[in-house]
Nanobody, 122 residues
Framework: QVQVVESGGGLVHPGGSLTLSCSAS????????MAWYRQAPGKERDLVAS???????NYADSVKGRFTISRGDAKNTVYLQMDSLRPEDSAVYYC????????????????WGQGTQVTVSS
């Protein structure tokens, strides 16, 4: 069982910044990737940014140059630094963690946090 917990959401003015934090805990032998997704009301959940075990990083076009994903010093943690926030960035942000708890294929996990609300409004 792998648990994922996000924190750091809130209300911010347009042009402001927020940093989201995510930590995964439990039986984790091999973390393949951690990612941030977001879902606005009435819309699908979309990928915002991801980082994998090899150091690869991917961003949605809408956040390139404004958001930065990074791994924390603590194991299995990831951050999302969000700058130059816009009203259209308002959404519930979810952290996702994928990997293996053991050596078998059956030990694969794909876990989600409960989400944290980000609201960008004047």
């Amino acid at each position: 069982q792998v648990q994922v917990v996000e924190s750091g959401g809130g209300l911010v003015h347009p042009g402001g910044s927020l940093t989201l934090s995510c930590s995964a805990s439990g039986t984790i032998l091999n973390m393949i990737a951690m990612a941030w997704y977001r879902q606005a009301p009435g819309k699908e959940r979309d990928l915002v940014a991801s980082t994998n075990r090899g150091g690869g990083i991917n961003y949605a076009d809408s956040v390139k140059g404004r958001f930065t994903i990074s791994r924390g010093d603590a194991k299995n943690t990831v951050y999302l630094q969000m700058d130059s926030l816009r009203p259209e960035d308002s959404a519930v942000y979810y952290c996702n963690a994928r990997g293996y708890s053991g050596y078998s294929a059956a030990s694969q996990f794909d876990s989600w946090g409960q989400g944290t609300q980000v609201t960008v409004s004047s």
